[in-house]
């Protein structure tokens, strides 16, 4: 077996063929010329493809397309500025629209197979590229195609209508271009339109391809953001079935959405739009993107029963001068003697002489798109340009070199496409951002009926934030004043600089100033009023406890309690001037002692009161024979409640300051315009916590009280105790929701009213109508006049 395998090593082969051949017939450009630097070019020139070959369909706007191409080339080679010395030629191709012919006629362009069978002579497979780039294509899902067949080989693909947002990943895309912007730009101008006329209740339609389904879900994601409900989005396709059309015709009749957004080429769009006028489904408002907005195919007067008032984006119509001359002075005579081209051109003049045919493209939205490919041409153009003026030492290759001039390759051209920057002739800027795209304008249009029953398109608005000057050339514009909180400080700058969060935007929003800083100061009127509530309270309060502790010895004193009484009184001072912790900028020890003070001494009142009221209840059933009940809650037993209770709220506010205590700090979410200095909470939860045992206590003080409002009049402190309780739980039931609802300072100022209207309600409650008795009518302040009420209230 070993002596076999030799053998066979060492017997002579003899190759039958070359090791490169062809093994299909090439394909020969629709139009070509030579140059110094030969420039691709694919266009669906035809529509329908019929066993690889381009048969019917003449579609007019490609055609007019790809001479686009050639006027620019011609103009390129007519500048001695642009170029000099160098000519330019370029090979098109027609795809027919279709995926697997775009390709391959990407792969003939890359190696120039149309020409002579020589170049594979050889036994070598290396040859050079035949073309330095390629401009191209129509549709999106084609153009992803080549790029990706293309980009391996380094060779430039710019297009001047794929407008898929998925184009702009330079991972997958490495070397695309393009001059019409990306889809996802279009989808926020949609979306805005959306929100500026307030709809929240849309349908949506889509081309069930890239160009649709990338689209619409960028648009959708942005909407839904802004809160806008979507019914129904539903896709389709030329080939979509007619039962599929009739299915969506359904969910469009049966909605109550009254907007459409559609998201589709005109191709897809067309049979939908059919059969909606056969049914008579009217009066919807379309929004519609560039792919068929303002295509003259769909604004015929019998669709404007179902698109007038249509309303969407188109690219911005740049006139070039001198195309319209080009185009109506084509005609056949003028193609080389080529049978494929030859067929297009007399298939163009069979419906309508192309000499003869007065375009007047400015009018026509469709033809909007020359522009992009005459700015593809250029951008080629000027990059070229670049890499002949390049001098040694300066270059941006490795050791600073430059291409060699007599042999560029395409890869060299990419580095300087990247940093091309030039302004057309009719004042246009072009240059290229980081993902190969370029400046976002559209313009908004909306359909409308003439006088003549024909369709305009009725420019209504752009969207840019240059804003051009009505009347003036495209160079000239206004700025836009740039959004709240962002600035530019840039002579004709088309971005804004966000402002950090402690600086907003001036007025004339160039310059970022630092925010004022608001809370409740003592120099301001509302901390003012507070300070002297505050202080008028704590005086009443102290004057209360001078009466009560000169009137100590007589009855009425007496019979209600007097130690509980002074602290009672004690606790009311303390929570009055509380009060004055939450007035003035925010601090550390502010903050913490704000929120503890005011939980401790409340609780305090509130335990003296419940222990005044459970005494009013022993003290009635004491009065019964045989029971001694008061012995079980003698003064010592109620000073050991009220600091029991009182304990426990300081063992909560202990594990607050332990755990998460309260501190400073600076809101700036409820206001651009301002900071807030306020005491943040800390922990929410023990915060609540501490409100909660507050509340606690005063529904039980409220519910014993309640029960002990009918005993004999000498103890009817417990229906005073009752109507004060009433307002205590009122004041805190409504500053639950006021305190979350309030912004800024004013929540300060609710919860220090929170704490004056609690302890007035307090105050005046259960101490007035003593001090009424004490000091203006003595004479009722008597054992035996206390003594009589009893009895005749027990009789």
């Known amino acids: 077996m070993l002596v076999l395998t030799l053998t066979l090593l060492f017997i002579p082969l003899k190759a039958e063929n070359p090791a490169c051949r062809l093994h299909a017939k090439p394909d020969v450009p629709q139009h070509s010329k030579n140059g110094d630097i030969i420039i691709g070019g694919i266009f669906s020139f035809h529509i329908t493809p019929l066993n690889c070959l381009c048969f019917f369909s003449v579609n007019i706007k490609e055609f007019l397309f790809a001479q686009t191409m050639i006027f620019a080339t011609e103009e390129i080679n007519n500048n001695p500025d642009l170029l000099p010395n160098v000519s330019l030629g370029y090979k098109i191709y027609d795809d027919c629209r279709s995926m697997s012919l ?7 362009l890359l190696n120039g197979q149309e020409e002579s069978n020589s170049s594979f002579s050889s036994n070598s497979c290396e040859k050079p590229s035949s073309v330095n780039a390629i401009i191209g294509l129509s549709d999106s899902s084609a153009t992803k195609g080549v790029a990706s067949s293309v980009g391996p080989f380094h060779i430039p693909v710019i297009s001047y209508y794929a407008t898929c947002a998925c184009l702009s990943d330079k991972k997958e895309f490495p070397t695309f271009f393009r001059t019409i912007p990306s889809d996802y730009y279009q989808s926020k101008a949609l979306a805005q339109i959306v929100k500026y006329f307030g709809w929240t209740w849309i349908g949506a339609i889509r081309t069930d391809r890239d160009y649709g389904n990338i689209g ?48 589709a080429s005109y191709v897809d769009l067309e049979f939908l739009i059919q059969e909606l006028l056969t049914q008579k489904v009217f009066g919807l408002q379309w929004v519609g993107s560039e792919g068929w907005i303002s295509n003259e195919y769909l604004a015929i007067p019998e669709n404007y029963k179902v698109l007038g008032g249509a309303i969407g984006c188109v690219i911005n119509n740049d006139i070039i001068p001198g195309l319209q001359e080009f185009f109506q002075n084509i005609s056949p005579s003028d193609i080389p003697d080529d049978s494929n081209y030859n067929q297009t051109a007399r298939a163009a003049t069979g419906l309508k002489d192309l000499r003869q045919l007065n375009i007047q493209y400015a009018d026509v939205p469709e033809l909007r798109i020359t522009s992009n490919v005459y700015k593809a041409m250029y951008a080629i153009a000027h990059s070229l340009h670049k890499i002949y003026e390049c001098q040694e030492g300066q270059g941006p290759f490795e050791n600073k070199t430059c291409a060699n001039k007599t042999k560029i390759e395409p890869w060299q051209l990419i580095q300087y496409m990247k940093n091309v920057n030039f302004t057309t002739k009719y004042g246009e800027k072009v240059y290229f951002d980081e993902n190969g795209d370029p400046i976002a304008r559209y313009d908004l249009v909306n359909w409308q009926l003439s006088k003549e029953g024909t369709i305009q398109f009725v420019t209504v608005g752009l969207c840019t934030r240059k804003a051009i000057q009505k009347g003036k050339p495209v160079c000239c514009f206004d700025c836009l004043p740039c959004a709240e909180g962002e600035i530019s400080n840039a002579t004709d700058s088309v971005d804004c600089i966000k402002c950090n969060l402690e600086y907003k935007a001036n007025e004339k929003r160039d310059k970022c100033i630092l925010k004022e800083t608001e809370f409740l100061s003592f120099g301001e009127i509302m901390g003012i009023l507070l300070v002297i509530f505050s202080l008028l309270g704590t005086c009443m309060t102290i004057a209360v406890a001078l009466v009560f502790f000169l009137y100590r010895d007589t009855p009425i004193v007496r019979a209600n309690n007097s130690e509980l009484s002074f602290l009672l009184l004690l606790s009311l001072a303390l929570c009055f001037l509380c009060s004055l912790t939450f007035i003035g900028q925010p601090s550390d020890w502010s903050c913490m002692l704000r929120h503890t003070a005011f939980g401790i001494t409340f609780v305090m009142c509130i335990s003296c009161v419940l222990g005044k009221t459970i005494v009013v209840l022993m003290a009635f059933r004491a009065t019964l024979p045989g029971n001694n009940i008061m012995k079980w809650f003698g003064p010592a037993q109620q000073r050991l409640s009220v600091f029991s209770l009182s304990f426990i709220q300081i063992l909560i506010c202990a594990l607050w300051l332990i755990v998460s205590p309260p501190f400073p700090n600076r809101n700036m979410k409820h206001y651009k315009d301002r900071i807030i200095l306020e005491c943040d909470l800390g922990s929410v939860a023990v915060f609540y916590a501490v409100l909660g045992y507050i509340g606690l206590l005063s529904s039980m003080c409220f519910l014993l009280s309640f029960l002990a409002r009918k005993l004999p009049d000498n103890f009817n402190e417990a229906k005073y105790i009752t109507f004060s309780m009433l307002i205590f739980c009122a004041v805190w039931v409504t500053f639950i929701p006021a305190y979350i609802s309030s912004p800024g300072k004013y929540t300060v100022a609710v919860e220090i009213f929170a704490i004056l209207a609690s302890s007035f309600g307090l105050l005046f409650c259960i101490f007035f109508p003593k001090c009424h008795i004490i000091l203006l009518k003595p004479e009722n302040n008597t054992k035996k006049h206390l003594m009589g009420k009893m009895v005749e209230k027990c009789g």
């Open 102 to 108: 775009a390709i391959r006629r990407a792969m003939s």
């Open 216 to 263: 619409m879900a960028t648009f959708l994601d942005i909407v839904q953001q802004e809160g806008v409900c979507v019914e129904y989005s539903e896709a389709i396709v030329r080939a979509t079935p007619r039962e599929k059309i009739l299915k969506i015709v359904d969910v469009i009749k049966r909605s109550t959405s009254k907007v459409v957004v559609v998201f």
